[in-house]
């Protein structure tokens, strides 16, 4: 006799709600997976509906089969899982890398502002000395034409001096030459 032949089929005639409750998942999960079980081997007698009892016999191959059909389902969530995760972390670091740069343009942008103040302000300062300096220059001009017009108001005074001095020598010398010829 060959294995097959000797070896002794073992059913499981569980409820529906049993093999949720055995695999820990939910009844939609479950009828998709024993309905995926039947349909992939279609040749075995792994699954049948008792009517009587309302209850589902499977066999104890693919009740295994079902065990390492949601735990693969499991280890590809798992994968999902590390890959959002993965994605999750690049994220994260993208997210901070921008507000490294966030900073920094903030930075930069506050030294620049800042080195625009003090240029204004040192452009603000020239121009005030600049100023101040045509100041004191049309000052020393306003004092340079002042004594240029009170050494012209001398000089008229002496001329006027002069010509009165000549008037009255003039005058005397008219009465001297007058008195003198006669």
């Not at 093999?19 to 079980?37: E, G, P, Y």
């Not at 900073?103 to 003090?118: D, G, P, R, T």
């Not at 020393?140 to 034409?145: G, R, T």
Request: proline share 1%; aromatic share 10%; hydrophobic share 30%.
């Amino acid at each position: 006799m060959s294995e097959e032949a000797s070896a002794i089929d073992v059913y499981y005639d569980m409820d529906i709600a049993q093999i949720c409750q055995h695999f820990n998942k939910s009844r939609n999960t479950v009828d998709k997976a024993i309905a995926k079980l039947v349909k992939d081997n279609p040749d075995k007698d792994w699954k049948y509906k008792n009517p009587i009892t309302r209850r589902i016999t499977i066999k104890a191959e693919g009740v295994e089969r079902l065990s390492t059909y949601f735990r693969k389902e499991k280890h590809e969530v798992s994968t999902v899982e590390m890959e959002l995760r993965f994605e999750n972390e690049k994220l994260k670091a993208i997210i901070e890398e921008k507000e490294k740069a966030q900073a920094q343009i903030e930075q930069l942008y506050q030294e620049k502002l800042k080195l625009e103040i003090e240029k204004s302000r040192q452009t603000f300062l020239l121009e005030t000395q600049t100023k101040d300096e045509k100041i004191s220059e049309l000052e020393s001009e306003n004092q340079k034409l002042k004594e240029v017009e009170e050494l012209y108001n001398k000089s008229i005074e002496e001329i006027e001096n002069y010509k009165k001095k000549e008037e009255e020598y003039n005058s005397k010398s008219f009465f001297y030459r007058l008195t003198h010829k006669f």
